[in-house]
């Protein structure tokens, strides 16, 4: 997955007890570090990593 990045089609929003929520635009760019069976574990440009599901690919993501 070398050089594979994603593109967000809608907005993501991350949420985790005690923290505050991640949001990621529309149109934010993700670089794929591997695939998963059921997703692709992505990075931002912070070095944040997480699994983005592969059957939203087309509606929530795109592959560029």
């Known amino acids: 997955m070398e050089n594979h990045v994603i593109e967000l089609l809608k907005p993501i929003t991350l949420k985790k007890e ?13 670089k794929v570090i591997m695939q998963a069976p059921g997703g692709l574990l992505v990075r931002d440009d912070e070095n944040f990593n ?7 690919k ?4 795109r592959e560029i």
Request: aromatic share 12%; net charge neutral; with cysteine.
């Open 18 to 30: 005690n923290c505050s929520p991640l949001i990621f635009e529309k149109g934010t760019v993700l």
């Open 50 to 56: 997480f699994l983005i599901s592969l059957k939203d």
């Open 58 to 61: 087309n509606t929530l993501w």
